[in-house]
């Protein structure tokens, strides 16, 4: 039996194949966390299917244009490789402090805190699936980190209600330690400045003064936040703790994905869009504030049809600074609170 702990990865999921968009659909709007309908209880699931079969054809063109898949998957396998190494690494160091170093055959790697494995909450591998290999592993105690830095009923409420059931379902116990939020990291920042940074030099005129930097979260229907859900609290929080640290002149705040008829939090990304090319913006980056992994809302939503949307405008240099992905401070900042949470 295995006595090191686990550490679970949550993140949202994404098709593997253009088949899978629907079914991915209907999960998504199968989950009462986030479409509250009439009726539940009776109609929840009629209705994610009828929704989901709407919605497929013009989802999978997004799908489509980012190679036939969602690659959140793989994003999310190689950041929790990283914070397997960062983990052996960190047990290691810890050893050689106290003069124990482990005696490991020759080429083996560090023994890890603890094991790292990904649970995706609307496609595979989800939480029946992992609780099962957690679970015949004998895994005692398993912290759930989700790589989702901002709390929201919608994102880690709802992956973590999930496993919870999924535990109950299999009559698997374990010790749960769930990592409620980590918006506040210092690491986390400086990553999304080095990113920003980064992208700056591409430009054909890299220069702060001259690029209008819009900071996109994903959106949350308004009735969700005044419901008490501190989302945008955090968003806010992050926006501002990076702004400061930026020193940038030219920044905006602003919220994509909305869907439906419900006012979502705003201001919507392609209106500031519009409004900065009205203003004269020739050179605008935009930095995906509440995403660690790209997938379709970075790579397609913001790289593609928002982009369309700025150089139709008059914005002749439009960039999008990719995700976090495994940047070494997030990688840093990650087995930090894995630590913090075990300790």
Not at 52 to 60: D, H, K, L, Y
Request: with cysteine; hydrophobic share 45%; proline share 8%.
């Amino acid at each position: 039996m295995d006595r090191r702990p686990a550490v679970v990865l949550l993140n949202l999921g994404g098709p593997d194949s253009l088949g899978a968009v629907r079914p991915f659909l209907y999960n998504l709007f199968a989950d009462p966390d986030i479409f509250k309908f009439p009726l539940g209880a009776v109609l929840q699931k009629p209705l994610a299917a009828l929704i989901a079969w709407r919605r497929a054809p013009e989802a999978a063109k997004g799908y489509a244009a980012i190679g036939g898949k969602s690659p959140l998957l793989e994003n999310t396998l190689v950041q929790a490789q990283a914070l397997q190494h960062a983990l052996a690494d960190e047990e290691d160091k810890l050893a050689r402090v106290a003069g124990t170093r482990r005696a490991l055959p020759a080429g083996s790697d560090n023994a890890p805190l603890a094991d790292v494995h990904v649970c995706m909450r609307y496609w595979h591998p989800m939480a029946p699936e992992v609780v099962g290999r957690l679970k015949a592993a004998g895994y005692t105690r398993v912290v759930l980190l989700p790589l989702y830095p901002q709390y929201s009923v919608t994102t880690t409420g709802s992956s973590y209600n999930d496993f919870r059931r999924a535990c109950e379902r299999a009559s698997y116990r374990p010790e749960l330690r769930l990592i409620r939020e980590w918006y506040d990291d210092a690491d986390y920042h400086q990553a999304i400045v080095d990113s920003i940074e980064n992208e700056m030099s591409r430009f054909p005129v890299p220069d702060p003064e001259r690029i209008e930097l819009l900071f996109s979260a994903h959106g949350l229907p308004k009735k969700v936040v005044d419901a008490g859900d501190p989302y945008r609290d955090h968003i806010e929080a992050t926006y501002a703790a990076v702004r400061s640290r930026l020193g940038w002149p030219h920044v905006a705040l602003c919220y994509q994905s909305r869907v439906g008829p419900l006012e979502w939090l705003r201001p919507y990304t392609d209106d500031v869009i519009r409004e900065k090319a009205a203003a004269g913006t020739k050179q605008m980056l935009v930095y995906p504030i509440a995403f660690v992994s790209d997938h379709v809302e970075t790579l397609f939503e913001l790289g593609i049809t928002y982009a369309e949307l700025a150089r139709k405008r008059g914005i002749a240099h439009y960039r999008v600074a990719p995700a976090l992905n495994a940047h070494p401070l997030l990688i840093r900042a990650l087995a930090r609170r894995v630590r913090e949470a075990l300790a």
